[in-house]
């Protein structure tokens, strides 16, 4: 059993401090927001992550979780320290913003009385270890004390956020200091993952380099998409067929709006903005980020090819969170799609099974008119006297709608599919004008077993690979 503090009660701190405790240690999560702190002491998550409460609950009733707002409180006996709070995109140039990290080693700083071994979780540039180690140095209250930083960049995924702790895929930690790193890896042990111990630029790089491929995979996909809806082939069939080749893979292959996120944009950003203040001209990442943009834009475009001006339509959207299982609305499609929307004249019904309140937030952050939006209660609701149908977020329940059902509550039968979720066919049997993203109108393939070339029953891909950051 250890004793562990985390700073920072965000979708990482909150996930890696519970699962730390259920795993048997000692947790402290400190943050600086007390309203945060008061809610979880009743039982109250301020984020939505499948499985999270229950195990927030189960931990704090068995002594094993704890929170405050005092680092003093936190840290006392502390072997480890993490540091899991926000790195969003700072200056104008999309650099990392490093105040909430510094200020975290301020603090533990002007409180730490033993030796600890500090854990970067955030992401943050490389070169930030250094940082902290400095900050940290810099601020010590006794000279005497001595500690050591590890850089443990973390890879979960919200949404799936526990599962993603538990059998993580690789656990990475990077130090100057090889004994720390080992003892860091110990405290891993239980989950029975592959440990990569390396320096720690090297450990930040990893970070950064893993989120910016898999945004490469998502803007790489959206361009294909857009050449096979203009040349008649299908998006969704092309990607079944490249995923199976084990060089390439079938995850992050899922043509649609585009990523959002807490992560890959600002991580991209960050990455490009390394790059650029070294003098480098990182012109992939540069792409992946304009190719994002530009395919929220695409509804915009359907919408317009098929109604014309949008002024004075209803326009309906289903889902807000920028992917499923989330109510995270950080960079979500949705926020631009409906300013978007709404900006042209026409008014937004929209639906959401989590995100509805951060939604809200979302939008008027971002400057827009709640009177031109309608928040609803179901999928049906939504639909009722819309002109057109935009499907936003993949969420399970969207996927299995009555559509006939919710094509006769619409004014006028178009439904723009962002994330490629129904069979064109079916929705054009049942009266839909239909747009997916990079699917033309070519005949089903058929995808025979292995091994079997005799004829067989036409088989529809239904690999479900709605993975996110
Ligand atoms: N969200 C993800 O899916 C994910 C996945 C991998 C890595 N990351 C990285 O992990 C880091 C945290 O992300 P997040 O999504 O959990 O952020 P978040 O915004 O959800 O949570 C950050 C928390 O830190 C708290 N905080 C800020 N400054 C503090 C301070 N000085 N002392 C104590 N608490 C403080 C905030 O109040 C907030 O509760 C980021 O660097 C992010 O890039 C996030």
Not at 26 to 46: F, N, R, S, Y
Not at 48 to 68: I, K, S
Request: proline share 4%; glycine share 8%.
């Amino acid at each position: 059993m250890s004793v562990i503090c985390v700073i920072g009660t965000g979708y990482v701190g909150l996930v890696t401090g519970t699962c730390l405790a259920d795993m048997g240690n000692q947790v402290t999560c400190v943050d600086i927001v007390a309203e945060k702190i008061e809610k979880l002491k009743k039982g109250i998550l301020p984020i939505y992550e499948p499985g999270l409460e229950e195990m927030v609950h189960r931990n704090y009733q068995a002594g094993r979780l704890h929170f405050t707002t005092s680092y003093s409180e936190g840290l006392a006996a502390s072997d480890f320290i993490f540091i899991a709070v926000n790195t969003p995109t700072g200056n104008g140039q999309g650099g990392a913003d490093m105040r909430y990290v510094e200020s975290a080693a301020r603090s533990i700083a002007e409180e730490l009385d033993h030796y600890a071994i500090i854990i970067n979780k955030s992401t943050v540039p490389v070169g930030s270890g250094d940082v902290v180690s400095r900050v940290i140095h810099n601020n010590l209250k006794r000279s005497d004390i001595t500690f050591a930083v590890v850089s443990n960049p973390e890879f979960l995924r919200e949404g799936s956020a526990l599962l993603d702790f538990q059998q993580p895929d690789r656990i990475v930690l990077g130090s100057s200091d090889p004994e720390a790193a080992y003892t860091v890896a110990r405290l891993y042990m239980p989950l029975r993952a592959p440990i990569v111990t390396t320096d720690l630029y090297t450990a930040e790089m990893i970070k950064y380099a893993s989120n910016a491929f898999l945004a490469t995979k998502i803007s790489f996909i959206n361009e294909i998409a857009q050449i096979c809806e203009r040349l008649g082939a299908d998006v969704k069939e092309v990607a079944v067929g490249m995923g199976y080749d084990k060089r390439i893979g079938h995850a992050f292959l899922n043509a649609g709006l585009g990523y959002g996120g807490s992560c890959f944009p600002k991580d991209v950003r960050a990455l490009a903005h390394m790059a650029d203040e070294a003098g480098l001209h990182p012109q992939l990442l540069h792409a992946v980020m304009e190719i994002n943009h530009d395919q929220r834009r695409l509804v915009i475009s359907k919408l317009t090819s098929i109604l014309g001006s949008l002024r004075g339509t209803t326009i309906g959207v289903l889902g807000l969170a920028f992917k499923p299982n989330t109510d995270d609305m950080r960079e979500a499609p949705a926020v631009d799609i409906i300013r978007w929307i709404t900006s042209q004249g026409a008014h937004v019904r929209v639906y959401d099974p989590v995100a509805s309140e951060t939604g809200r937030e979302a939008l008027v952050r971002e400057g827009v008119r709640l009177d031109s939006v309608t928040f609803c209660e179901n999928a049906y609701s939504v639909a009722e006297q819309t002109d057109a149908l935009v499907i936003v977020t993949e969420w399970n329940e969207f996927k299995s709608l009555n559509m006939q059902h919710v094509r006769s509550l619409m004014h006028r039968p178009v439904l723009i599919d962002g994330r490629n979720i129904y069979d064109g066919s079916e929705m054009h049997r049942l009266g839909f004008i239909y747009r997916a993203m990079g699917r033309g109108t070519g005949p089903a393939p058929t995808i025979l077993p292995a091994g079997d070339s005799t004829a067989l029953p036409a088989l529809q891909p239904t690999l479900d690979l709605n993975i996110g950051d």
